[in-house]
């Protein structure tokens, strides 16, 4: 038995599970890279696809090295037959993030070969990456009345993503603005999701076993579900001069401002910062500024009452939000971006595979005599 005065790491918090190349948070100066480059030139100057080609490869695309990428995405666009009817069959009242839980799983079903642990996983990386927008739009199109999805092969695959949804062609501010969410959304260290799937890839199980995993992880509220439940905050509030008193109400009752605190950052989350500026771009574009005033305040109260800075998930939601998409979507679009981080950590970990199992220290008793179930009271 471990012995008694073994420490316990909650929630495992800062504990070094593994080592990888893929993404470093410093959390005191508020810096996120990804394979050495920092997410402010990423999000200036790269795209989803690059970003994705960085992740899984290690190291930026020639540019026939990213065409051939995008050409291959556009391909794998089109889901299978099986699947479309599949999706069809789902209840339309299911929430989008589970359905695309179960669509992860399922789409395994006709991906035998891809599925398999090992060196074609990319090849199933590419697939998952290229089918999240076709399976959010095809259930949220049938759910809505909408007509059925295109693989429209000209748009880029965040211009694709806000058409499955949206039934329209972006613009370009609007386009350029999910291109930059799905780069700061793509890897995260070892978040709980992605932290999840190296568990499930660490038993040397598939590709799509682990990123259902980490889909069923990401939807908790505490993790990527954060960015709907804001926007539930938002429309609670209604005007700007209610925040404060609105928000201050809920921290007297010890309840948790979601947008808000991280485990690693101790300072203002840098994707907040980019994301708050997209914010402003797009209420500016839209002629509704709402949004961005109501998150000032809640951010000025909140800092004010309990020094915490915000997070990724605090501006995104507003910048979905006034492109038109629904708030049960916001999620999904954030697993259509992750799915490029939780890929890459799978393929990391087949590399160099240990199989993870942490220990748990037994607070429970030992030695009880074995009571006959006619003799138990
Ligand atoms: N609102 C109010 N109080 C908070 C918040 C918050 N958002 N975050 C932390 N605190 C308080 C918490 O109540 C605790 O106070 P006390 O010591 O008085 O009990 C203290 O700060 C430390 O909290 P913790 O839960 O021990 O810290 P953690 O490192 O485990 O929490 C967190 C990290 C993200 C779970 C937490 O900050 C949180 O619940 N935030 C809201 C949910 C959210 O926005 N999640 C998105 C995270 S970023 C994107 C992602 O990874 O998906």
Known sequence: ?????????????????????LCFIDGKEGRLIYEGYDIRDLAA??????????LWYGRLPTSDQLAALRHRLT????????MVARLDAMPSTAAPIDVLRTAVSELSLFEPDESRP????????QRLTAALPSILGQFHRRRAGLPPLESRPALSHAAYLLYALLNREPTELESRAMDVALILHADHELN???????????????????????????????????NERVMELLDE????????????????????IMGFGHRVYKVEDPRATILREWSRRIGEAKGDLHYYELLRVVERVVHQEKGLYPNVDLYSGSVYS???????????????SRVAGWTAHVLEEYQDLRLIRPTAKYIGPVDLPYVPIASRV
């Open 1 to 21: 038995m471990p012995s008694p005065t073994e420490e316990v790491q909650r929630g495992l918090q800062d504990v070094v599970a593994l080592e990888s190349h």
């Open 45 to 54: 100057h790269s795209s989803f696809e690059e970003t994705a080609y960085l």
């Open 75 to 82: 391909e794998l666009r089109t889901l299978p037959d099986a």
């Open 118 to 125: 090992g060196a074609s996983s990319i090849g199933g990386a």
């Open 192 to 226: 709980a999701s992605t932290f999840a799937a190296r568990v499930t890839a660490s038993t040397l199980s598939d590709l799509y076993s682990a990123v259902t995993s980490a889909v069923g992880t990401l939807k908790g509220p505490l993790h990527g579900g954060a």
């Open 237 to 256: 509030i209604g005007a700007p001069d209610r925040a404060e008193e609105v928000v201050k109400a809920k921290l007297a009752r010890h309840e948790r």
């Open 322 to 336: 006034l492109m038109g998409i629904p708030h049960d979507l916001f999620t999904p679009v954030f697993a259509a």
